[in-house]
């Protein structure tokens, strides 16, 4: 991951979640997608998942830049969804949503940000996915 990238989505993630309207504005996008998307979260608690969202984007930006503990946070990530059967297609769906809020959301929205949103976050996601491609293992 290009530090520059991480720079670039470290700001601009702090300039969207100071407003709370950042992720209704999201979850009301996300969930407009798709009676399927909208389905995941019937009858969720959205202030817990708003809540929940901007605590894992912070994490997100730390997994890519490869901090240590972080990948075992985003393997769990990935079970839990696995288990809810959250698709790597839903996760293309959240990320052009995320990336579309923050589009209105960041008054410096340029290209260089919408490409580094799509590469951290690609990378995290593909921790979540290499992660569920192998066999769980437990403690012995």
């Known amino acids: 991951m290009e530090q ?7 700001e601009s993630l702090a300039r ?4 709370d309207d950042f992720f209704d504005s ?13 389905g995941f979260f019937h009858r969720q608690d959205m202030a817990q998942l708003k809540h929940k969202l901007k605590e894992t984007l912070q ?5 890519a830049e490869g901090r240590p503990g972080l990948e075992l ?5 990935g079970r839990i969804h696995q288990r809810l059967h959250v698709e790597r297609r ?6 052009a949503a995320l990336v579309e809020t923050v ?22 996601i593909e ?9 769980h293992q437990q403690a012995s």
Do not use: G
Request: glycine share 0%.
């Open 59 to 63: 994490m997100v930006a730390d997994a």
């Open 4 to 10: 520059r990238d991480l720079n670039l989505f470290r």
């Open 90 to 95: 839903h996760f293309s769906m959240w990320q």
């Open 127 to 135: 921790i979540v996915f290499s992660a569920l491609s192998q066999p």
């Open 103 to 124: 589009a209105v959301f960041d008054d410096h929205y340029n290209d260089q940000i919408e490409t580094a949103w799509f590469r951290v976050i690609d990378s995290v």
């Open 16 to 19: 969207v979640t100071v407003s």
């Open 26 to 38: 999201f979850y009301d996008h996300f969930m407009a997608q798709s009676e399927e998307i909208a």
């Open 73 to 77: 946070y985003m393997e769990m990530l």
